[in-house]
C-alpha cells in the first residue's frame, strides 16, 4: 500500500509537509508572480539555481505546490458579477452536489464548510440575469439541494496570496 492509498504523508492533505524559511520565501515570491524564471528566484532568495529548481522540485512531489496558474481579473474578463451561493444539503447528498457543482459553468470554487449551510461556492458571472439562471435552475435542480442563499459581491479586496515568510 503506498502513502496515498495509507492516508498518511503528504497526499493526504493531513499532515504539514516542514517547511523552512527559504521554502516559505520560495512560496511567498510564486505567490507573487507564478512565473518569475528559476534563475531569478533563485537569487531573489540567495540559493543556487540548482538548489531552487530541487526546492521546487519537492515542492512539487510533497504537494505543497498544486500547479502554477494565472490569476484573473474577473471584471476585465467580463465576469463582472459575482456572489457567493450558500447551500442546504441533505445529510448525505454533499458529494454528488459537489461533483455537479463543479460541473456548472462560471462555478470558481467550491467548499464543504461546518455551521448553517453545507457549501459556500464562489460563482462569477458576466451578469445578473447569467446569476439568476445558475442559481435558480442550475443549482437548485441539483439532487439534495435544500436550499441556497446568494450573498452579492459589490468589491473585493485581492491580496498576492497569503504571507509564507511569516
Do not use: C
Not at 58 to 79: D, H, M, Q, Y
Not at 85 to 104: G, P
Amino acid at each position: 500500500m503506498s502513502e496515498k492509498d495509507s492516508g498518511s504523508g503528504p497526499a493526504s492533505g493531513r499532515t504539514a509537509v516542514p517547511l523552512d524559511d527559504i521554502d516559505r520565501q520560495i512560496l511567498s515570491r510564486l505567490l507573487e508572480d507564478g512565473r518569475v524564471s528559476v534563475r531569478a528566484l533563485a537569487e531573489q532568495v540567495h540559493i543556487s539555481r540548482a538548489n531552487a529548481y530541487t526546492r521546487i522540485g519537492r515542492l512539487v512531489a510533497e504537494e505543497v505546490i498544486s500547479g502554477f496558474t494565472a490569476r484573473l481579473n474577473p471584471k476585465r474578463a467580463g465576469l463582472g458579477t459575482s456572489a457567493y451561493v450558500t447551500v442546504t444539503s441533505e445529510q448525505k447528498a454533499w458529494r454528488d452536489i459537489s461533483r455537479e457543482l463543479r460541473e456548472i459553468p462560471y462555478v470558481e470554487h467550491v467548499a464543504l464548510v461546518g455551521g448553517d449551510f453545507d457549501v459556500l461556492v464562489l460563482v462569477r458571472t458576466p451578469d445578473n440575469e447569467t446569476l439568476r439562471h445558475i442559481v435558480l435552475e442550475r443549482v437548485q435542480a441539483i439532487a439534495g439541494v435544500r436550499s441556497t442563499r446568494t450573498w452579492l459581491v459589490f468589491d473585493e479586496v485581492r491580496g498576492p496570496g497569503a504571507d509564507w515568510t511569516a
